[in-house]
T-cell receptor
């Protein structure tokens, strides 16, 4: 079993839809949870991070962590074609990042 | 600031050839790392460095060497290329390391094809 599981997609939704991207993890010791966005043929860039449980909001993006079920989510409201990218979740374990496989998101105009 | 730069952008090698992937950063970061990214596998750590003169192995180090003679540069050497090393390689840097929510800054990547 991988320490972080993420559906690779692709996930295709119409413009304006609410998008939900998810990861599950296995180790309850993880404390930091991150979402990176990677455009095609580019390097990943940090989108948001959350410490421990709870929600964090930044504009149209909301990161959510449920430590009781070991589940992390990224919600995108009013999705735009420019949101089309691969979204990678990452968790922190003993000062080493563990990455999900990434979900490819396609927003159709 | 240029951030993290990588050269070349694309390379084709024959099995058994060697090459060096270059990585440089101008943010005065102590921590640098190399990842490979394969479909369905996510990012896998190859080698990392916590400062000049200090390197260590990551998850998939076999077939790769690194050195860190300066804070700015962190080259990755493929000793004898194999088709299994066909991948996209990313260099990343951060102030102190991984974890604790620290942002990793990635370069644009090098796409390597080994025939």
């Amino acid at each position: 079993q991988k320490e972080v599981e993420q559906d690779p997609g692709p996930l295709s939704v119409p413009e304006g839809a609410i998008v939900s991207l998810n990861c599950t993890y296995s180790n309850s010791a993880f404390q930091y949870f991150m979402w990176y966005r990677q455009y095609s043929r580019k390097g990943p860039e940090l989108l948001m991070y959350t410490y421990s449980s709870g929600n964090k909001e930044d504009g149209r993006f909301t990161a959510q962590v449920d430590k009781s079920s070991k589940y992390i989510s990224l919600f995108i409201r009013d999705s735009q074609p420019s949101d089309s990218a691969t979204y990678l979740c990452a968790v922190d374990s003993n000062y080493q990042l563990i990455w999900g496989a990434g979900t490819k998101l396609i927003i159709k105009p | 600031n240029a951030g993290v730069t990588q050269t070349p952008k694309f390379q084709v090698l024959k099995t058994g050839q060697s090459m060096t992937l270059q990585c440089a950063q101008d943010m005065n970061h102590e921590y640098m790392s190399w990842y490979r990214q394969d479909p369905g596998m996510g990012l896998r750590l190859i080698h990392y460095s916590v400062g000049a003169g200090i390197t260590d192995q990551g998850e998939v180090p076999n077939g790769y060497n690194v050195s860190r003679s300066t804070t700015e540069d962190f080259p990755l050497r493929l000793l004898s290329a194999a088709p299994s090393q066909t991948s996209v390689y990313f260099c990343a840097s951060s102030y102190l390391g991984q974890g604790a929510g620290e942002t990793q800054y990635f370069g644009p990547g090098t796409r390597l094809l080994v025939l």
